[in-house]
């Protein structure tokens, strides 16, 4: 079939199956097929190359089929893809070990799931079953998923508004404000839930303190602290996760995107032992996932935290970003549509002085070979997530491509003005 041909179909499936405003608005986008892909490369139906400067929102932390994830799934596929849940699994307990090892201390037992929006919905079940309180306290601008629970914390009304009544005893405060968050957190709240950097918020850093602030507000209450690392996760901030740039401890924190390599679909919520006693000493079953914890994604997540920390990917994060936000920043000197650059690691935003500018300069970029994504709350702003392996050539490649790409966009725009 020829390319031309395989597109339509597919687009045409999507718009006759799937969903008719969905493939508008990525045929509109100009998106290809997607149809293979290896580390920093993904390559369309029309064999054209394109730098994965999106990395699936942070899910390709490793790039697209690292050799070692790939083997070690290959490897379980041949034995046994899904455990009939009744006998114990090895490869689940590794790798809940593993997480106990890496995540910040006291956080000792896991739940396993299959994506971001369950391992927070586990997270926020357990803090209203371990504490027998009802407020939830959650930040403006905070995503968190969009199944119903996750949703009602999610702080973006867009998302929400036609579902509702949703959870109630949701809260919202402004994110990165500590007094609104001390004042809302009181004897009453269960959890306060919380990003370490906002993603999706449109890559938003909290002050330096606010971390370690609201874990005492909490501390003192005695609600829970839940670090939504389902993003930041994994190294992606350059450190392994979020709360570590401030030594906080969180009493229970998720991570999912990271965590299957970029080849299974895996969420994780990790937990205090008090918090395990409150949920499960009365009723081992209390939460449970058929395919939570299965033997493929679990094989990923032990080949990943490996790769991670064998190839000093946390600080190859910390060292990269440097690099590309220091480019970006001297591309923002360049071109007045740029209003801001900021990030953490390989977790970065490039804000524009307009609102629609991140589409424009983002099919730009797309024509040159290049993608990264707009945030969902926050349009004003491009993200780039490379893969942790993504190198010093490809950074600079990409430089290049957004210095040309912000540089049309200022002219289209200025034929329109
Ligand atoms: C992506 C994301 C989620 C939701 O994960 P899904 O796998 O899409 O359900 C939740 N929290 C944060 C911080 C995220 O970035």
Known sequence: MNADALHAEVVGKYSEFINPYLARLMNFAGFG????????????????????????????SLGHRHPRVVAAVKDQLDRMPLSGKTFFGKNQADLAEKLAEITPEGLQFTFFSNSGAEA?????????????????????????????????????????????????????????????????IDESTACFIVETLQGEGGINLPPVGYLQSVR?????????LIADEVQTGLGRTGRMFGCDHEGVS???????????????????????????????????????????????ATAAGLATIAVIEEEGLVEQSRVKGERLMAGL???????????????????????????????LVIGQMVKRGLVAAYTLNNP?????????????????????IVDAAVGETAELLAQFA
């Open 33 to 60: 097929v997607e149809v293979q892909a290896e580390g920093c490369v993904m390559r369309d139906h029309e064999g054209r190359e394109f730098l994965d400067f999106l990395g699936g929102y942070g899910v390709f």
């Open 120 to 184: 927070v919905e586990a997270a926020l079940k357990f803090a209203k079953g371990a504490t027998g309180r009802a407020k939830i306290v959650s930040t403006l601008g905070g995503y968190h998923g969009k199944t119903l629970g996750a949703l009602a914390a999610t702080g973006r009304e867009k998302y929400r508004k036609k579902f509702e009544p949703l959870m109630p005893g949701v809260e919202f405060v402004k994110f990165g404000d500590v007094e609104a968050a001390c004042a809302a």
């Open 216 to 224: 005492a507000r909490c501390s003192e209450v005695r609600a829970l």
């Open 250 to 296: 969180p009493d229970i924190l998720t991570m999912a995107k990271a965590l299957g390599g970029g080849v299974m679909p895996i969420g994780a919520t990790t937990f205090t032992k008090e918090v395990c006693n409150a949920i499960y000493s009365e009723n081992p079953l209390m939460h449970t996932s058929t395919f939570g914890g299965n033997p493929l």
């Open 329 to 359: 920043r001297e591309i923002g000197k360049r071109h007045d549509l740029i209003a801001e650059v900021r990030g953490q690691g390989l977790m970065i935003g490039v804000e524009f002085s307009m609102d629609e500018v991140g589409e």
């Open 380 to 400: 004003r702003v491009i993200r780039m997530e490379p893969a942790l392996i993504v190198s010093d050539a490809q950074i600079d490649q990409a430089l290049e």
